[in-house]
C-alpha cells in the first residue's frame, strides 16, 4: 500500500499539472496564434522561434510577478492575523527591516523562488492562525488572474495585444494558485496546500511550524541559537524525523550543538536522521548530508566516506546554495582538511567573512563565523 501511495504521489501531480498547462496552453493559443498578423505555425522556421520566444518570455515574466504576488499575499494575510514582518525574498535577494530601515541582504534556498518569512503571533493552547497565513499567497494569485482574464475577454476595447497579456498573467496565476493550493510536494518541498493539511492532520506539525517560524525570527533578529533553551528543540521521542516540519527542528537541534561547539552531541543528533534519509525530501536530506560530511571533515576526515558522501548530487546542491553561510564553512573545511589547500580554505573562508555582512539570518551568521575562525585556527596548526 505505501509502495503504491509513494508512486501515485508524483504521478497525480504530474497529472494537475498536466490538465492545468493544457488548459491554459489551449486557450492561450486563441491570444497568440495570430501575433501580429503571422500564425506562429506557418513553416517560417526563423518568424516562428521569434515569436515564439516572445510567448516564452511573456509567460516568464507573469511568473515572476506572480512570484512577488504569492509571497506579497503571505505578508498581507500574516499582518492582519497577527503575524510581524521578518524578511521578503524574491530569487536570492532579501528585504529585511534593521535599524528601523529596509535594507536589501542575500541568501537562497535551492528548489525556492521566493519567501515571505513572519514571526508567528504567540499559540493559545496549540492554537494560532495557520490557515488563512498559508492560503494568502494562494489567494492572491487566484483572486488576480481571475481578474486579469474577466478584463481581458469581458471588455471588447482592450485588443491585442493587451488582452493577450492579461490572459496570460491570469493563466499564470491560475496555474500558481493550483500548484501552490492543491496539497502536493513539488521537488520534494511542500507546498502551502500540502503544509496546511499536514497541520490540521497532525498537533505536533501545528507546533513545529509555529517553532520553525518563531525561531527564524529569533535568529533574523540576532539571537544566537545556543542561547536559546535545548528543549525547545527536543521532539518525541516517537516523533517522525521524515516530516519535513519535524526534520526542520531536528536540525535546529543539531546546529544548537555544532553553536555550542558539541561536536560530539552534534554528531550524535545527525546520525539519529540515517533511518529516514530515504523519505526525508531532497532539500533536507542535502543538508543532512552536508552537515555528516563537515562533520568527518574536522573529525577523522575518511576520505572514503567523504568521496561517498560528496556525489555529483551533493556538489550541484552545494554549488547552487551559494548564498547559504554554511556552505562557505563547509567548502573551507573541505579544501582544508580533504585537500590539504589552505590558500583555497582561506578563499572561501574570505567569502564566509564577506557574505556574513549582508547575511539576513543574524544569529546564523555569527555562528557561522564562529565556525570559520576555529577552522582557520585548527588548519594553522596543521602543516600543510
Known amino acids: 500500500m505505501k509502495k503504491k501511495k509513494k508512486i501515485l ?17 489551449m486557450i492561450s493559443a486563441k491570444y497568440f496564434d495570430d501575433f501580429a498578423g503571422i500564425d506562429i505555425y506557418s513553416g517560417d522556421i526563423p518568424v516562428d522561434i521569434f515569436y515564439v ?33 521578518i524578511s521578503f525574498r524574491i530569487g536570492s535577494f532579501t528585504i529585511i527591516e534593521e535599524d528601523g530601515k529596509l535594507k536589501i541582504k542575500r541568501f537562497n534556498l535551492p528548489g525556492t523562488a521566493g519567501q515571505c518569512l513572519m514571526m508567528p503571533p504567540e499559540s493559545k493552547d496549540g492554537e494560532y492562525p495557520f490557515v488563512i497565513y498559508n492560503l494568502g499567497g494562494v489567494i492572491m494569485n487566484l483572486v488576480l488572474a481571475i481578474m486579469a482574464i474577466w478584463i481581458s475577454i469581458s471588455i471588447e476595447r482592450i485588443v491585442f495585444p493587451w488582452n493577450g497579456l492579461l490572459f496570460a498573467f491570469g493563466a499564470v496565476g491560475i496555474f500558481v494558485g493550483v500548484t501552490n493550493g492543491v496539497p502536493m510536494k513539488i521537488g520534494g518541498i511542500s507546498n502551502d496546500g500540502h503544509n496546511i493539511l499536514s497541520m490540521l492532520k497532525d498537533e505536533d506539525a501545528r507546533k513545529s511550524f509555529h517553532l520553525q517560524l518563531r525561531i527564524n525570527g529569533l535568529l533574523s533578529g540576532g539571537i544566537r541559537i545556543k542561547d536559546m533553551p535545548l528543549d525547545t528543540f527536543k521532539l518525541k521521542e516517537d516523533a517522525d524525523l521524515s516530516s519535513p516540519l519535524n526534520t526542520a527542528i531536528g536540525l535546529m537541534e543539531y546546529n544548537w550543538y555544532l553553536d555550542n561547539m558539541d561536536l560530539e552531541e552534534a554528531r550524535r543528533c545527525i546520525d539519529s536522521f540515517k533511518p529516514y534519509l530515504d523519505k526525508v525530501i531532497p532539500l533536507y536530506r542535502n543538508e543532512i548530508n552536508c552537515e555528516r560530511m563537515f562533520l568527518d571533515l574536522v573529525g577523522d576526515c575518511d576520505k572514503d566516506f567523504i568521496d561517498n558522501i560528496y556525489d555529483k548530487d551533493l556538489k550541484n546542491y552545494v554549488k547552487r546554495a551559494k548564498y547559504m553561510i554554511g556552505k562557505k564553512r563547509l567548502l573551507m573545511a573541505y579544501e582544508g582538511f580533504y585537500n590539504k ?44
Open 9 to 25: 504521489k508524483p504521478v497525480l501531480s504530474s497529472i494537475i499539472f498536466g490538465i492545468v498547462g493544457g488548459i491554459i496552453g
Open 341 to 384: 589547500r589552505k590558500d583555497k580554505a582561506s578563499k572561501y573562508y574570505k567569502e564566509l567573512k564577506g557574505l556574513a555582512k549582508k547575511y539576513p539570518i543574524k544569529g546564523e551568521a555569527e555562528m557561522e563565523l564562529m565556525l570559520g575562525d576555529w577552522i582557520w585556527d585548527e588548519l594553522e596548526g596543521l602543516a600543510i
Open 53 to 85: 520566444s516572445i510567448i516564452v518570455l511573456v509567460f516568464f515574466t507573469a511568473n515572476l510577478i506572480h512570484i512577488i504576488i504569492h509571497e506579497a499575499g503571505h505578508l498581507i494575510f500574516g499582518l492582519m492575523t497577527g503575524y510581524s514582518f
